[in-house]
């Protein structure tokens, strides 16, 4: 999809702007007891932080607001909770956390899910891939992070509610790496996460996601295809299907890499459902990851070699022009030629009030699940080969 146009900043975006600007001396002027408890905002580079615990126990599990995972006893999994952003009654959003910290020295991967609050099949895979591990065996660390945006989650919806003008809804993944003097609670706990969490403790990272609410998707995965260490790890993955762009800033794993630590994202079908199926092919890729970093031992299992793997640069969108019931008439990952009629659309009355057609040769990678649609939802994504591409673009996430 073409980058989103440029737009000039309303009102509403001047007045963030500033209050960004300002916000970090006035928090630390205003509420100085607050920040000192909290600490200063640490930089986006730099060594980790010693393990912090806060004295709370949550369910029988201690909680830190900064981790070292080289505090933690090797050979051992260890469960505790971060402690994120405070919520309006004073108390705070935990993230659960698991380590899985080796027996041996070694790399140490991150992995993460629950970005978005209605991405259940992101979170299984993790919780899938963490049950497996025996840290006795391992060398090196993985830490699995799997329910940052946790208000979002209560409500297995995509966006963090935020009422602090009015009633919010934020999307976590493009607030990264966050700002813990930020103007948003999302932002501040982005930055805590990304501070004094997940970027001390990585190596390498895997950001786990599945299409929104309403849009399905193929088992898919986004990498930088043009940086070698990325690469590496996505071709792991007995999946069919490779984003190769650099989407925009924003979004987890880009903050990863321009610290950098390669990351990629992993796609894995749609929202609010769990598909065991696809749960099973990132699995299968992730374990293969951990041995390619040589954190656990063992053959290698399919990768993107033993399947066909279609790799595009570019993903075009169809929009709804009308409203309506949509009929698809592709599939996921079927193969599209330009001009093909990939959908149509009835009113109510059953008639066709609009026929989509593809402007691109490609594979289907997201189509809309819902049945009905406004104009201008997407009603389906060709990932395609763009021969000049220019520059970031949105996905069928």
């Given at each position: 999809?073409p ?16 209050m960004?600007?300002?916000g970090?001396t006035?928090a ?10 909290q ?15 806060t004295?709370?126990?949550?369910q029988g ?5 900064a981790?070292d ?19 309006p009654t ?6 659960s ?8 020295p070694?790399?140490r991967?991150?992995l993460?899910s629950?970005?978005h609050g ?8 993790v919780?899938?891939v963490?049950n497996q591990?025996d840290?006795?065996?391992?060398s ?33 993944n ?5 700002n813990?003097n930020?103007?948003t ?7 805590l996460l ?6 001390p403790?990585a190596?390498a ?22 940086v070698?260490?990325i ?9 069919g299907?490779i ?12 903050a ?7 990351a ?17 092919l ?26 066909a793997?279609f ?5 075009f ?11 698809h008439?592709?599939?996921l990952?079927d193969?599209?030629e ?5 959908a149509?659309q009835?009113n ?5 009030v609009a026929?989509?057609t593809?402007s ?20 389906a994504?060709?990932?395609?080969h763009?021969a ?6 949105t996905?069928?996430?």
């Open positions: 999809m980058s989103e146009p440029e737009q000039r900043p309303d009102r509403r975006d001047f007045m963030m702007a500033s960004a600007t300002i970090a006035a630390l002027v205003a509420h100085a007891g607050s920040a000192k408890a600490g200063p905002a640490t930089s986006p580079v730099g060594p980790a932080p010693a393990t912090i615990y004295g709370d126990t949550i599990k201690k909680v830190v607001s981790l995972v080289n505090d933690l006893a090797p050979g051992q999994k260890h469960l505790l909770y971060f402690q994120g952003v405070a919520m004073g108390q705070h959003w935990y993230v956390v698991t380590v899985a910290r080796g027996a041996r070694g790399k991967v991150v993460v629950g970005v209605d991405e259940m099949s992101s979170i299984h895979t919780q899938t963490m591990l840290p006795a065996q391992m090196g660390t993985v830490m699995a992070v799997t329910d940052v945006a946790r208000p979002a989650l209560e409500g297995m919806q995509r966006r963090w509610p935020n009422f602090g003008r009015g009633h919010d809804l934020i999307d976590m493009r607030e990264w790496p966050g813990e930020g103007v609670a999302p932002s501040r706990h982005a930055g990304f501070n004094r969490l997940l970027r403790n190596d990272a895997i950001d786990f996601h599945t299409g929104t609410t309403g849009f399905d998707v193929t088992a898919f995965n986004i990498a930088a295809m043009d070698p260490e690469k590496a790890m996505a071709d792991l993955y007995p999946v299907q984003f190769d762009n650099h989407v925009y800033p924003g979004v987890l794993h880009n990863f890499v321009d610290v950098g630590i390669p990629f994202c992993a796609e894995i079908g749609a929202a609010r459902v769990l598909n065991l199926g696809m749960i099973s990132f699995v299968e890729g992730t374990m293969n990851v951990l041995k390619h970093h040589g954190i656990v031992a063992g053959p290698m299992g399919r990768t993107g070699k033993d399947v793997v790799i595009g640069n570019s993903a969108p169809i929009l709804a022009t009308q409203g309506g019931l949509v009929e008439l592709v599939k990952n193969k599209v330009a001009g093909q009629k990939v149509i009835r109510s009355f059953g008639e066709v026929e989509y593809s691109v040769a490609g594979e289907v990678t997201g189509q809309r699940s819902d049945a009905m649609s406004e104009p201008g939802n997407p009603l994504f060709i990932l395609f763009k000049t591409p220019d520059g970031s673009e996905y069928p996430e």
